[in-house]
C-alpha cells in the first residue's frame, strides 16, 4: 500500500489511513485522509467525517478535506465527460 500511496494511488492511501487506525496512530491516519480526499476519494472524507465527530481530527482538518475533495472533483469535470456521460444515460 505504501508504494502506491506513494505513487498517488488514493485508495491505497485511505487503505493506509486504516492500517493506522488499526495501530492507534489516529493523527497518521487523519493526515493519510487528508490526501486521499484531496486526490477526490469520497470514503475519505466520509471518515474524517466521522474522525472529526470522534474527536480525533479537528475543523480544520475537516474542512480541508472537504474543500480539497470539491476541488478535485471539480478538476476532473469536463465538457467532453459530460457528453459522454449524457450518450451513455440516452
Known amino acids: 500500500f505504501e508504494r502506491a500511496a506513494m505513487q498517488g494511488h ?7 489511513a486504516n ?11 487523519v493526515r493519510h485522509l487528508l490526501i486521499s480526499a484531496k486526490m477526490g476519494d469520497d470514503n475519505s472524507v466520509d471518515n474524517i467525517k466521522r474522525a472529526f465527530e470522534a474527536g480525533f481530527a479537528t475543523k480544520d482538518q475537516y474542512a480541508k478535506a472537504l474543500k480539497g475533495y470539491q476541488d478535485a472533483v471539480e478538476e476532473m469535470k469536463s465538457h467532453d465527460r459530460d457528453e459522454a456521460s449524457a450518450l451513455m444515460k440516452s
Open 10 to 16: 488514493a485508495q491505497s492511501r485511505h487503505n493506509l
Open 19 to 29: 492500517w493506522e487506525v488499526q495501530k492507534g496512530n489516529n493523527d497518521r491516519a
